[in-house]
């Protein structure tokens, strides 16, 4: 069954230093990868995707994420958290599936963020 | 642009009511979805369009049906509500294809006593 996994429910970093949120995945072929965050009281909002190419994936407010297949991760990264980062980071892949096209995406659990100041 | 919004933001129902959720959206997107949200289980698809006129099944349609008359609009709709419908909803819209990200509304939390 293809799933995603968020190993850690929450991620505890002091502000300034590097953040690291997981994900892992379990789907056949080479999947598309994507982080979402989402602030309290609202929607998700698109923070990067891994279609193809550089393992390494740049997005917004600073984020980036590493692709690793042999490891079937897709890592979030930060090098300096901030405190306005706190929020709930989702994992989302959406498998490379031929029969359809619709963009369905399979989330993770989701992984609370909190930087302390 | 006002994005993807939703009505109403809040809800409260007793079992048996019924009830439709509007998600509109002003990105002339093809694609549109509806989500729920509950703890420790991230966001699961409800339903999904691909154009307008067009709908299909997501992982838990059970209790919910959708209609897209108009490509900007996609209604959700509970026929006889349960606690179980008790949740966060979400809905989303992308330019379609598999590798474009959604763009997501803000949310109706929905409570079924």
């Known amino acids: 069954a293809q799933s995603v996994a968020q190993p850690e429910d929450q991620v505890n970093v002091a502000e300034g230093n590097p953040l690291t949120v997981k994900c892992t995945y379990s789907?056949?072929?080479?999947?598309?990868l994507f982080w979402y965050v989402q602030y309290p009281n609202r929607g998700l909002q698109f923070l990067l995707k891994?279609?193809?190419?550089?393992?390494l994936v740049k997005g917004s407010y600073g984020f980036e994420a590493e692709f690793n297949k042999s490891q079937t991760s897709f890592h979030l990264k930060k090098p300096s958290a901030l405190v306005s980062d706190s929020a709930l980071y989702f994992c989302?892949?959406?498998?490379?599936?031929?029969?359809?096209?619709?963009?369905?995406?399979?989330f993770g659990q989701g992984t609370t963020l909190q930087v302390k100041p | 642009n006002a994005g993807v919004t939703q009505t109403p933001k809040f809800r409260v129902l007793k079992t048996g009511q019924s009830m439709t959720l509007l998600c509109a959206q002003d990105?002339?997107?093809?694609?549109m979805y509806w989500y729920r949200q509950d703890p420790g289980m991230g966001l699961r698809l409800i339903h999904y369009?691909?154009?307008?006129?067009?709908?299909a099944k997501g992982e838990v349609p059970d209790g919910y049906n959708v209609s897209r008359l108009k490509k900007q609009n996609f209604l959700l709709g509970l026929e006889s509500a349960a606690p179980s419908q008790t949740s966060v909803y979400f809905c989303?819209?992308?330019?379609?294809?598999?590798?474009?990200?959604?763009?997501f509304g803000p949310g109706t939390r929905l409570t079924v006593l």
């Open positions: 989303a819209s992308s330019y379609g294809g598999i590798i474009n990200e959604q763009f």
């Open positions: 789907v056949s072929g080479n999947p598309y």
């Open positions: 891994y279609i193809t190419g550089d393992n």
């Open positions: 989302a892949v959406r498998p490379p599936d031929g029969s359809s096209n619709t963009g369905k995406l399979i």
């Open positions: 990105m002339n997107h093809e694609y």
């Open positions: 369009s691909v154009g307008e006129g067009t709908t």
